[in-house]
């Protein structure tokens, strides 16, 4: 099935940096999200976008929405030991009276080393 | 309050067989969807109901089917379990109020092994 371009793959940062990922398509979008997901558990939403070029914080995340409607980052500032886990973009398209279907990338592994 | 609830959590299989997952919205949710979650992957649209009718189905055999009941809870059944099935379901539920502005909140899913 169809994913969404994730990068990077893995991320192996130290405490206290600055985390930058991103997340492409071929589609255009109308609604970017990103979730994280810990070990044995489902996703879970951090960020949701609705507008291109809007930037939204949760905290520490901010993510934006890209001006071509194909893209999405995610930054997370000043990383602590509980933002291990894996992140994911996903997007969709809303047409009238048909499924809203996600589509994910496949996924950014954080580790934070002490 | 309650979350997005599915069951079994954990679930082994042979091939061949078939398995039923079930899944509990969040109290006031319409809608609910499937999602595959292969090992290293990202989770795949399997089926989305709304209202009890099948709103949209995902590149997934005919082995795979599902259903939604009148108190909104649903139901993924797999036949001839292969191998490949081996995955993490993942049901997620939502308002579908009409606006986009609503949030998927996703269960812990259930996780199948076929052996």
């Known amino acids: 099935g169809q994913q969404l371009n994730q990068s990077p793959q893995s991320m192996f940062i130290q405490e206290g940096e600055d985390v930058s990922m991103n997340c492409t398509s071929s589609?255009?979008?109308?609604?970017w999200l990103w979730y994280k997901q810990d070990p044995g558990e489902g996703p879970v939403l951090l960020i949701a976008?609705?507008?291109?070029?809007e930037l939204t914080s949760n905290g520490r995340l901010t993510a934006q929405f890209g001006i071509t409607r194909k893209d999405s980052f995610l930054n997370i500032s000043a990383s602590i030991p509980s933002d291990v886990g894996i992140y994911f973009c996903?997007?969709?398209?809303?047409?009238?009276?048909?499924?809203?279907?996600?589509?994910f990338g496949s996924g950014t592994q954080l580790t934070v080393l002490p | 309050d309650a979350g997005v609830t599915q069951s079994p959590t954990h679930l082994i299989k042979t091939r061949g067989q078939h398995v039923t997952l079930r899944c509990s919205p969040i109290?006031?949710?319409?809608?609910v969807s499937w999602y595959q979650q292969v090992l290293g992957q990202g989770p795949q649209f399997i089926f989305q109901?709304?209202?009890?009718?099948?709103?949209g189905r995902g590149n997934f055999p005919d082995r795979f089917s599902a259903r939604q009941f009148p108190n909104y809870s649903s139901e993924l059944n797999v036949n001839a379990l292969l191998l490949g099935d081996s995955a993490l379901y993942l049901c997620?539920?939502?308002?579908?109020?009409?606006?986009?502005?609503?949030?998927?909140?996703f269960g812990s899913g259930t996780r199948l092994t076929v052996v």
């Open positions: 996903a997007g969709y398209t809303i047409s009238s009276g048909s499924a809203r279907q996600l589509t």
């Open positions: 997620a539920s939502s308002l579908e109020t009409g606006t986009r502005r609503y949030g998927y909140t």
């Open positions: 109901y709304y209202e009890k009718e099948e709103r």
């Open positions: 976008l609705y507008k291109a070029g």
């Open positions: 109290s006031g949710h319409k809608s």
């Open positions: 589609s255009i979008f109308n609604t």
